[in-house]
Every structure is written in C-alpha cells, then in structure tokens.
C-alpha cells in the first residue's frame, strides 16, 4: 500500500510501540510506505523484519528513561503499546497510564509534533447499542482499561493545549481479519482500513486533538464520525460480507452486555481480587 497522499514524502524515522502486539504485527508491514525508517518496539524482543529499514528497540513504557531515549530522533509516534484487555489496575497502571505520560513528555522534549494515540471504543463502553454518538460524547468508559485510555486522551488534550503536540485518537473498535459476533458486525475494523486511517492521521495537517472511530463501512453502526471529517478518512471494506456467516451463530440472550452495551463483554469484566 502506498501513501493516498502522493505528494506527502515519506517521514524520514517513525515509531511504532506495542509493535509485537495483535495490531503491532499487522502495522510493522502496513507502514513501510510512510518512513524511512521504522523503529519498532515492545516489551519483548524481536528481529527486524528481513529486507526492511527496521530499528528494534525493547522498552518498558513504565521505564521513563527508557521511553526518552526510545523517542529520540523520531518524526512521528504510533502509540499502539500497553496492555490491551481488561486487567487488574495494578497491571495496567505501569504501561497504559505512567507509559503513555511518558511517551507524551519525551515527545515533548525531542520536539515531536505528531501522535497517533490507539484509543478503544471502551472509553464510551457503557453507552447501550440503541444510542448513537459522536466525538465530542461524554466519556462513559466500561473497565480500567477503557479508564486508562480515557486518560491518554485527556493527555492528548492536554500536550496540544499546552505544548502544541498534535494528536489523533483512534477508538478502535473491533480490528480483526474478520467480526467474531454479532457486537463486532457494528465496531469492525478491517486491516486495510486501519493502515487507511493511519495514513490520513499522519499526514492530514492542522488536526489538533481529533478523536475518530475505528470502524469500517459497516450497516448497522453506534458512531458518527462527523467531526473527524477534515482527516478524509473514507474505509473501503464493510463487515456486510460476513453477514451469513455471523448470523448462523446462536442469538445470545437479549440481557447478554454483548447485546446491550457498545464495549460488549467489557461492562462485566472484574472485579479484581474480591478474595485477597
């Protein structure tokens, strides 16, 4: 895939952290076009992909030192790091919280301008299927880690009102090769469209704090995505096509949170450590 934006040079050194994660591995290859050079990092290690302008750097984004010196000499940061289920908030609070203060501070001190903050729907998760909202909705997040990702905007916020950091947050819905359930037929995010939406975020100028939704073409959807309209984001794929194959699947029961809440599952997840 190449740039839509013929005209935008590729940045010359990009980050990519959370690159060993789910997304991170789809993202190592979508955004070649856009750099130079890729840096890529994650907790864990990993060889740089053969015949590619790869950097492989582990880091711990609770380590704030660490976080500085893997944001050094970068143009731009796809913040896909942290950890990305609902977990007990002693384990989220070291990567999704004190990690994405440090990405934005070390941002702030080497001077880069661009972030792409991969945001969840689970920051408006208890929000019912038969409401639709925008960008701009109250936050209603459904776990701690739709809190920790309601913090991360609210630091985008803060870095552009303060430090003129331009920031997209992306509420990702459901970004899978295909919808597992019914929920996912309304938050699917196909790869393509992903790597699409990225590139608008990279290059679309003068985009301040944008929250967009992370979904598809999809029918029967919760989000209007009218106030990210200046990013042109226009996704070519639709979870339509798995219609058949979804709707074969058991009708869950009408109080199931699948059915009844937009974060899905996520409204019941926990509570943590009850017997301790």
């Known amino acids: 895939m ?9 940045f010359n050194r990009l980050l990519l952290t959370g690159a060993a994660g789910g997304l991170g591995k789809v993202l190592r290859e ?3 076009p856009y750099a130079n050079i890729l840096r890529v ?3 864990v290690n990993m060889a740089p992909a053969t015949g590619t302008h790869e950097e492989v750097q582990v880091c711990d984004l ?3 030192a660490a976080v500085h010196q893997l944001v050094e000499g970068v143009d731009a940061i796809l913040h896909f790091g942290g950890v990305s289920v609902e977990r007990p908030f002693e384990e989220i609070l070291g990567a999704n919280i004190c990690g994405v203060f440090h990405i934005y501070e070390a941002a702030r001190r080497h001077g880069v301008k661009r972030v792409i903050f991969a945001s969840s729907n689970h920051v408006i998760g208890f929000y019912k299927q038969n409401e639709s909202i925008d960008g701009n909705a109250a936050r209603r997040p459904d776990s701690y880690y739709g809190l ?8 985008a916020s803060f870095y552009f009102d303060r430090y003129g950091i331009e920031t997209v947050s992306i509420r990702i819905g459901s970004s899978f090769p295909e919808p597992h359930n019914r929920r996912m037929m309304s938050t699917w995010l196909s790869f393509r469209d992903l790597v ?4 608008r975020a990279l290059y679309t100028p003068n985009v301040g704090h944008t929250v ?7 029918q029967n959807v919760w989000w209007d995505n009218h106030l990210a309209t200046h990013l042109g984001f226009q996704p070519q794929d639709s979870s339509v096509v798995f219609s058949a194959k979804i709707e074969a699947q058991p009708m869950p029961a009408a109080d199931d949170p699948a059915m009844v809440y937009q974060g899905g599952a996520f409204v019941e997840a926990g509570p943590f450590g009850d017997d301790d």
């Open 196 to 199: 699409q939406l990225i590139e």
């Open 30 to 32: 979508g955004l070649r």
């Open 62 to 64: 609770a380590d704030k």
């Open 212 to 218: 967009v939704y992370g979904m598809s073409d999809n």
């Open 148 to 155: 920790s990702k309601s913090y991360g905007e609210d630091m």
């Open 2 to 10: 190449t740039p839509t934006s013929n005209a935008q040079a590729p």
């Open 41 to 43: 990092s994650d907790i």
